[in-house]
């Protein structure tokens, strides 16, 4: 049984930092997209990071946390964190770790018009998810 547990949450101030971490088990952990996700109060949830675990390529941020998050994994712990410095008041909310469904990357290749496109996985492509944890930055 896939399961993906998050912790490292926690209250701080404006500017300070967090780390999250996300333990797996139920499944060989290499090989599948992992993503960090957050979702405010009354907002929609938005993918904050993703990267291939296989290879450690394909890393993506949003550009709402370029530059101030940093997503990485421990490969014998099988475990992906979340490290976030500089945080804003913005930054509040309830944070998710999510597996893909199927192994590959966190990319997909479509092909339209004549061009070939690369995008990333979209949100439904990410049948795990933990429970979430929450991070919330005060002024």
């Known amino acids: 049984q896939v399961q993906l547990v998050e912790s490292g949450g926690g209250s701080v101030q404006s500017g300070g930092s967090l780390r999250l971490s996300c333990v797996t088990s139920g499944y060989s952990y290499s090989g599948y997209c992992m993503a960090w996700f957050r979702q405010a109060p009354g907002e929609e949830r938005e993918r904050v990071a993703s990267?291939?675990?296989?290879?450690?390529?394909?890393?993506t941020y949003a550009d709402s946390v370029k530059g101030r998050l940093t997503i990485s994994q421990d490969n014998v712990k099988n475990t992906p964190y979340l490290q976030m410095n500089r945080q804003k008041p913005e930054d509040t909310a309830v944070y998710y770790c999510?597996?893909?469904?199927?192994?590959?990357?966190?990319?997909?290749?479509?092909?339209?018009?004549?061009?070939?496109?690369?995008?990333?996985?979209?949100?439904?492509?990410?049948?795990?998810w933990g429970k979430g944890t929450q991070v919330t930055v005060s002024t």
């Open positions: 999510a597996r893909a469904s199927s192994v590959g990357a966190c990319r997909r290749r479509y092909y339209s018009g004549g061009i070939y496109y690369t995008v990333p996985l979209e949100s439904a492509s990410f049948g795990y």
């Open positions: 990267f291939d675990s296989d290879t450690d390529g394909g890393t």
